[in-house]
């Protein structure tokens, strides 16, 4: 680590020598093991190393960027070079007011966890098939393809102002995709896990989630068209939170006037029901870290609380643009940091306040309504306006969980469906960088074939 | 180069793979983000590196170095060898890859003007002259975002067959997004350009007027109101279409998703899964296109591919590993987006044949229905049969007229019904709409299209 310090800020002085005076450097050191299974067989085991620099220079302030996927001399001087003859023909910017002075040093836990880095290939390949195992435990199951990826991360980043900080991660993330089979009915499950700690459960819960509900959508009927309230899983809730919340506070859409959220800084956007927080210290998640993208140390914020909108998340150019401080959301990209792309503003972990309400009592209060697992759409952050395919969800009936509906989507505008929250449930769990218990909606229109 | 490639492969060999393959790669890039007048990024890239992969009965090993030191290379041979053991122990089926001729070629894509001989300043020039055509357009338009990306690379491919394939590959893109707002209303369009090729490209009509085109579309949709949800018979687009042909039949009919028991379209090659007027082609040697590529990343030439034929099921796209289980020949479908990514089966340019009707034909027959225009995204689960793909713009067709303008609907349907469910195609075939699809973590250039098609009991998701 102190090696990689001192590459980094050695880096910044060969900038500096070249003329770039305001300058970042991030020297990454990254390796990835993967296991793959494909129809319940080991298909293939991976190792990468992937060691790297990414240089960003301000010239006036118009920003160069250059990378190299080496840490060896020719290589950085170009990449160097590249930077500052970038930052030099792009076009002057007094919006950027400068980069993060250094600060005292955050203590994070949880962001290294040594179980993981020391994994044998043989000891990834044995979980996974336990995974396997688990998925594959019913008749009606055809086919288990599975995956999983142990990463660890060495980053120091350093920068003109003098701030050197640096920082080891690592990350143990499991997949699965059951296939079950009925005669000429095929469906399948899914479900992942993703954590900086090595956890010996998750591919047992990851295993038999997919199993249940690849066996669960065999029975499915139609849905009519109409207005039905709506219970979002957490697999949907911290899909869609993530780019709604995450992604309609990035200050640069609010400044630019691209996000459904801009101007609505103090108001009422949702229900009281719902606070969304943004924690990078969160104990062994993914987004936790120990400083931003730039340096800055990462602090625990309100997004939304009890329905009103309290900030919007900054990096050091937009927080210097609206002359206030960043909140350390400057990102550079994934559980393992990337070099290869400039650092953009991310949510780190965003997390829902968790209410009293169990999944059972949800559901008995419902009626009649729409259980959504798992959808993969995005919103237009520009209107607000959210409409999805049902990839994987159930009808309610009777105050009871039924079978898998086919062929249908939702749609809402996004602040109708943070007003409509009217019940949250007590018990989350992290999925696409939101932790979020079960989330329920009063009423969404529901597109059927029926 | 290619001394270094063979004798990584030799090294694999002798440490016990039946079969090894590497790409080696040294690529320069550069990218070109403008907001709102100002350039947000000047972005340069060097990329080189090498990944191997090492098969041994069943089991495949991978490993990736970066940087081009011939020791590094000799070690991602040995960890892949490695690595492909652990997998033979605990593999439950067993196969060969099959031997195919060597192949040994020296590839270069056309291109007149190399990006690299082109100044950063006259490429920023380029990507201000889209911004600045966005903000004149329209005094509503509030917001711009202009892209400018090239790709310069050699990279070597080569196995333990003997095949050795060398391409110098250069491709260009041109992407920009503007926003309209009107009473309180915001809106986004866009427009892309991108094939392989050098800068040359950025001088054609299509790329100097993309900035337009998305000023023009965020305009067109602040007078639009949400799409009605329900079902509907839905006339396409020629991009609609394309992105049909893709996200609805294309992944299911890619071979590893065979193989993984996961696309519901296992079994049935040479059965009816279409309307009889339907032909769904995958087609990487149409020259001048952004999916466009001669050898695939295997080495192996590429070819078209009839998908389906007639309304029949004819073919999947293979790669070497599920051509040998498979029993089929290898065609050339295999993709992988970097050294760093092993390759696997992908599309390149989708697309539905033309028909016979005319395009003022589909929409005077309907009563009742409507027209999508334009696509955004798409997405697909082979193995649940269903699909999704969003469109930038709807119409209302009332009594074979075109009315009102609605936004944001996305179309779903399942696999195995909806090219059934065709109704008519128009003759006017246009591969149109250059993208990267996605698929496990990896990006691929792809171009999607056709002509205009109606289709029968779409589910069309919307607000209203």
Known sequence: MTEMSELAEEVVELVRRLGGRVCDVLVSDARLSTAEVEKGSVKQASFMADPGIAIRVFENGSCGFAYCTSQGATEVNEAAELAVSMARAGIPDADFKGLPEPSSPVVVDGLYDSKVAALRPEEAVDLLLSLVDEASAAEKVSSVNAGLTVSTGEVALANSNGLSAAQRMTSFDVFAEAVARSGDIMFSGMDYASSRKLDMDSPLKVGSSAREHAIKGLTHQKIQTGDYPVILDPLAAGYILSAAIGGGANAESVQRRRSYLAGRLGTAVGSEKLSVYDDPTLEWAIGSTSFDGEGVAPRNKSVIEEGTLKTYLYDSYTAGKDSIESTGNSSRGGAIWSYRHPPGISSANLVVRRGEVSLDEMVQDCGKGVYLRVTFDSPNLATGEFSCLIMEGYAIENGEIGPAIRQSTMGIGLLDLFSRIDLVGSCPRHAFGVETPVIRVSSARIGGSG | ?464
């Not at chain 2, 290619?2 to 550069?30: M, P, Q, T, Y």
């Not at chain 2, 305009?219 to 949400?226: A, E, Q």
């Open chain 2, 1 to 464: 180069m290619e001394d270094l490639a063979e004798a990584v492969i030799d090294r694999a060999l002798s440490l016990g793979a039946e079969f090894a393959d590497l790409r080696i790669e040294s690529v320069s890039g550069v990218n070109i983000l403008v907001m709102d007048g100002k350039t947000k990024t000047v972005t340069a890239r060097i990329d080189r590196g090498c990944g191997v992969r090492s098969f041994v009965n069943g089991g495949w090993g991978f490993a990736v170095c970066n940087g081009l030191e011939s020791s590094e290379l000799m070690k991602a041979a040995e960890i892949s060898v490695r690595l492909a053991k652990v997998s033979k122990e605990k593999a439950k089926v067993r196969f060969k890859i099959e031997s195919t001729p060597s192949i040994r070629k020296n590839i270069e894509y056309g291109c007149r003007t190399a990006p690299s001989t082109v100044a950063v300043a006259d490429k920023i020039s380029f990507v201000l002259g889209l911004d600045k055509s966005m903000s004149v357009h329209d005094e509503r338009i509030i917001s711009r975002s202009a892209r400018y990306d090239d790709l310069e690379g050699d990279r070597v491919i080569a196995n333990s067959f003997g095949t050795l394939v060398k391409t110098r590959e250069t491709w260009t893109l041109a992407s920009c997004a503007a926003w309209g707002k009107s009473d309180g209303i915001v809106q986004r369009g866009h427009g892309a350009v991108g094939n392989v090729g050098g800068f040359e490209l950025m001088g054609t009509d299509a790329a100097v007027s993309c900035g337009e085109e998305a000023a023009e579309q965020a305009i067109r949709l602040l007078d639009s109101k949400p799409v009605p949800a329900g079902k509907f018979t839905c006339v396409l687009d020629n991009k609609m279409t394309g992105l049909l042909a893709h996200e609805a039949f294309g992944h299911a009919c890619e071979a590893d998703a065979i193989l993984a028991g996961a696309s519901v379209l296992e079994g049935m090659e040479g059965k009816m899964v279409a309307h009889e007027a339907v032909t769904l082609v995958d087609d990487p040697t149409v020259p001048e296109t952004f999916g466009f590529f001669p050898n695939d990343w295997e080495g192996v030439e590429s070819k078209k591919h009839v998908l389906i034929q007639d309304g029949v099921l004819t073919e999947f796209m293979h790669n070497l590993e599920t051509s040998s289980r498979m029993g089929k020949l290898p065609n050339g479908a295999a993709r992988s987006d970097s050294y760093a990514s092993p390759p696997i089966v992908r599309m390149s340019n989708t697309y539905i044949g033309p028909g016979d009707m005319s395009r003022d034909e589909l929409i005077g027959d309907l009563k009742d229905g409507l027209l999508i225009k334009g696509g955004q995204y798409g997405y697909v689960e082979p193995a649940k049969g269903q699909f999704m793909f969003k469109c930038d713009e709807a119409y209302q067709i009332k009594d074979g007229v075109v009315g009102q303008r609605y936004r944001d609907a996305i179309l779903t349907g399942l696999i195995q019904d909806v090219l059934k469910d065709v109704t008519g195609i128009a003759d006017d075939f246009e591969l149109v709409d250059p993208g990267y699809c996605g698929k496990s973590g990896q990006d691929a250039r792809t171009t999607d299209g056709g002509p205009h098609i109606r289709v029968t009991n779409v589910v069309v998701g919307g607000l209203a």
